[in-house]
């Protein structure tokens, strides 16, 4: 296996500060050390702090892409999405790292804020395409938001049986949502004829 490139192991050091430490230990010459590259070779790639959170708000940004295919091909858009809204301990870190330094302008840029956004908007879409009822799709949209955000936050999480009901009421609610406006629009036909 080729050895990654010094943009991606600035990169991957960056996110293990964020992840180990946090956003306040983020500074060029830590970022380099833990790179095992020189300041002068991270400045190469990386000119300051600000395109650093931006190469890896965009990183994140591609690895979600792979994430919203297989959402997409699976069966279970619903499962999916609510699934992956709980990320993992130290992904939840980097998130949450990534979400602070996105509210500090000082080394937040534009661009970066976009690319996480986007995933945001993006998951809103697929869940759009995939569920009939624009309600039921929002409520979906809301409750993994609200589970991602809060298993950012460090807060408790349901139990996963309770999670599993959830998620299982949500599907039942979309496929009765994807039914109900074929019936209410022959119900209406059939009033209309009358």
Known sequence: ?????????????????????????????????????????????????????????????????????????SDDVIGFFLRTSVPASAEGALYWSLLAALRTNDI?????????????????????????????????RLVGDGLYLSALAGLPMPDPALLDELRNRLVAEAAAGATAPDTAASGTVASGTD
């Open 1 to 73: 296996m080729p050895r990654p490139s010094s943009r991606d192991r600035i990169l991957d050091a960056l996110e293990r500060i964020l992840v180990d430490t946090g956003l306040h230990a983020v500074t060029l010459e830590h970022v380099a050390e833990v790179a095992g590259v020189s300041k002068g070779g991270l400045l190469y790639h990386f000119p300051s702090k600000e395109a650093l959170i931006t190469a890896l708000a965009r990183r994140l940004a591609e690895s979600a892409e792979a994430e919203f295919q297989q959402a997409v091909e």
């Open 108 to 140: 937040a840029s534009a661009e970066a804020r976009d690319h996480v956004i986007y995933c945001f908007v993006r998951w809103a879409q697929i869940l759009r395409e995939h569920i009939a009822d624009p309600v039921t799709a929002e409520m979906v």
